[in-house]
């Protein structure tokens, strides 16, 4: 299971990082990618990272202002978001799956878990 943390509340213009750990597991040779649902509306993929953190992806909703990484290990990866809007105000989790290995893919994720509310508000 993947967990992903570092949510909360924040401001318009506001800034936070998410983290995304897998306890129990190694996933560092997988692909990670971060995903985010609004209240009401459907999940959305927002951003990947290869396994050798060379690689990334980025919806056009939250280019420029979000940036993905992996930590030095490999075993974290991390969720920089900046200049957020209420827009952005949802459930974020990370997740990978089978066809994650060493590179992002536009097929299913597999594993994730409960994910961290981002609220967006003033």
């Known amino acids: 299971q993947l967990q992903a943390s570092g949510g909360g509340l924040v ?4 800034s936070l990082r998410l983290s995304c750990t897998t306890p129990g597991f ?8 971060w ?3 609004a209240p009401g509306k459907e999940r959305e993929r927002i951003s990947c990272i290869s ?8 919806s ?3 280019r420029g202002r979000f940036t993905v ?8 990866v991390y969720l ?6 209420p827009e952005d105000t949802a459930v974020y989790y990370c997740a990978t799956g089978f066809h994650y290995h060493l590179a ?5 994720y597999d594993y994730w878990g409960p994910g961290t509310q981002v609220t967006v508000s003033s």
């Not at 401001?11 to 506001?14: D, I, L, R, T």
């Not at 190694?26 to 990618?33: L, N, P, Q, T």
């Not at 990484?69 to 974290?76: E, F, L, P």
């Open 60 to 62: 056009d909703s939250i």
């Open 69 to 76: 990484s992996r930590g030095n290990t490999k075993k974290m």
């Open 26 to 33: 190694s996933f560092v040779d997988y692909a990670i990618g």
């Open 35 to 37: 995903l985010r649902q």
């Open 11 to 14: 401001q318009p213009g506001g």
């Open 80 to 85: 920089q978001m900046n200049n957020l809007n």
């Open 51 to 58: 396994s050798d953190g060379k690689n990334t992806i980025y």
């Open 104 to 108: 992002c893919s536009s097929r299913e």
